[in-house]
T-cell receptor, first 115, second 111 residues
Framework: DAGVIQSPRHEVTEMGQEVTLRCKPI?????LFWYRQTMMRGLELLIY????????DSGMPEDRFSAKMPNASFSTLKIQPSEPRDSAVYFC?????????????FGSGTRLTVV | DQQVKQNSPSLSVQEGRISILNCDYT??????FLWYKKYPAEGPTFLIS?????DKNEDGRFTVFLNKSAKHLSLHIVPSQPGDSAVYFC??????????FGTGTRLQVFP
């Protein structure tokens, strides 16, 4: 099992540019989550999908952020336009719902730097 | 408002001794609490969990205690090893699939 795969590992972009982060969940998992980690706020849940349908996007900071899951094996998180305050590590995670005590499996993250 | 609080940002423990990491919560309607460990440049990895109907769960060197009246849980690591040095997050699972994380405690185990 390759685990949750995120790409790219690092992204440096200029303010105002569009950024797309990608995630491939574990095969067979039916729930996918996007988190953001910052020093100030720790790990924040941005949005999660169940069976490719967005269930809760209350953590998405503003309209510049959007996420899609066109099929069970792929999801994207897009920021347009990007701003320096979006700099953070973005994690994708997946699980077989209901999660229960086994929790999620996380990817290695994408470190985004907006200059 | 943070629902899950880890009030100690860091902890330093000598190898072989006990490490105790603490977590407080406000929401009583949870399903499980989970602990994750995170090394630099890696994603968090699941460590141990406890159901809302239990007060203790043990897995090898790791034990989690849940005190529902105090809305407090703790993770005990005995004996601590240098490889345990990492950031530890407690996380509350509710609404079936939603995990809310604390801010983390950095544990350093020194020889």
């Amino acid at each position: 099992d390759a685990g949750v795969i995120q790409s790219p590992r690092h992204e440096v972009t200029e303010m105002g540019q569009e950024v797309t982060l990608r995630c491939k969940p574990i095969s067979g998992h039916n729930s996918l989550f996007w988190y953001r980690q910052t020093m100030m706020r720790g790990l924040e849940l941005l949005i999660y999908f169940n069976n490719n349908v967005p269930i809760d996007d209350s953590g998405m900071p503003e309209d510049r952020f959007s996420a899609k899951m066109p099929n069970a094996s792929f999801s994207t998180l897009k920021i347009q336009p990007s701003e320096p305050r979006d700099s953070a590590v973005y994690f994708c995670a997946s699980t077989l719902s209901p999660t229960g005590g086994r929790g999620y499996t996380f990817g290695s993250g994408t470190r985004l730097t907006v200059v | 408002d943070q629902q899950v609080k880890q009030n100690s940002p860091s902890l330093s423990v000598q190898e072989g001794r006990i490490s105790i990491l603490n977590c407080d919560y406000t929401n009583s309607m949870f399903d499980y609490f989970l602990w994750y460990k995170k090394y630099p440049a890696e994603g968090p990895t699941f460590l141990i969990s406890i159901s809302s109907i239990k007060d203790k769960n043990e897995d090898g060197r790791f034990t989690v205690f849940l005190n529902k009246s105090a809305k407090h849980l703790s993770l005990h690591i005995v004996p601590s090893q240098p490889g345990d040095s990492a950031v530890y997050f407690c996380a509350e699972l509710y609404n079936t699939d939603k995990l809310i994380f604390g801010t983390g405690t950095r544990l350093q185990v020194f020889p």
